[in-house]
Nanobody, 123 residues
Framework: QVQLLESGGGLVQAGGSLRLSCAAS????????MGWFRQAPGKEREFVAG????????YYADSVKGRFTISRDNAKNTVYLQMNSLKPEDTAVYYC????????????????WGQGTQVTVSS
């Protein structure tokens, strides 16, 4: 298991940008696929983006494709989510998650989760 800690959330106007970071502790970070999920009030947790072990393959929800970019730095045990052209509907608590080996878009496939960071986009 890895321990995850997100940072970088905040309040931003529509059209603005934020970069989320997720620092992992524990061994073998490079053995874990990483994902970003979000949960808005009253809604289920949903997949936002995922990245494979090396960072060479990325996956995105249709709602964020072209606006968000996931990346990882295995030397720093950190995964990032660059969010551009933010919309009010992007408002949610954002979570990073780790899954040993292969990436997935299903929250139940991930065994390690951070505590979440709030992103609020004002119109």
């Amino acid at each position: 298991q890895v321990q995850l800690l997100e940072s970088g959330g905040g309040l931003v106007q529509a059209g603005g940008s934020l970069r989320l970071s997720c620092a992992a502790s524990g061994r073998t970070f490079s053995s874990y696929a990483m994902g970003w999920f979000r949960q808005a009030p009253g809604k289920e947790r949903e997949f936002v983006a995922g990245i494979n072990l090396s960072g060479g393959t990325t996956y995105y929800a249709d709602s964020v494709k072209g606006r968000f970019t996931i990346s990882r730095d295995n030397a720093k045990n950190t995964v990032y989510l660059q969010m551009n052209s933010l919309k009010p509907e992007d408002t949610a608590v954002y979570y990073c998650a780790a899954r040993f080996s292969f990436c997935s878009s299903y929250p139940t496939d991930f065994g390690s989760w951070g505590q979440g960071t709030q992103v609020t986009v004002s119109s």
